[in-house]
Nanobody
Framework: QVQLVESGGGLVQAGGSLRLSCATS????????MAWYRQAPGKQRELVAT???????NYADSVKGRFTISRDNAKNTVYLQMNSLEPEDTAVYYC???????????WGQGTQVTVSS
């Protein structure tokens, strides 16, 4: 059974930083391109960043230069380092596979990020 467990969210002032983690199990993590997504209140879920099994990472224009996605295949975990946070980054953040390569797994509970101005 696939599990995606996000953590690391919280309340932070604008300009601050957070590091999100997503611990996974139930599939061969090292063989999957992974991604972080976010959903703000009243908005659709959007893609934030992707990391392939090897190769270049990609970012939404809105977070480019501020966020960094990384992975640890030994720990089956994907991370999102978020710097220079802005109120517009307030959302629930989720990890899942990169949907460019297949249907997503059942979504985890996400982790809430709230950025105050």
């Amino acid at each position: 059974q696939v599990q995606l467990v996000e953590s690391g969210g919280g309340l932070v002032q604008a300009g601050g930083s957070l590091r999100l983690s997503c611990a996974t199990s139930g599939f061969i993590f090292s063989r999957k391109s992974m991604a972080w997504y976010r959903q703000a209140p009243g908005k659709q879920r959007e893609l934030v960043a992707t990391i392939p099994t090897f190769g270049s990472t990609n970012y939404a224009d809105s977070v480019k230069g501020r966020f960094t996605i990384s992975r640890d295949n030994a720990k089956n975990t994907v991370y999102l380092q978020m710097n220079s946070l802005e109120p517009e980054d307030t959302a629930v953040y989720y990890c899942n596979i990169d949907q460019k390569y297949g249907f997503p797994f059942a979504w985890g509970q996400g982790t809430q990020v709230t950025v105050s101005s």
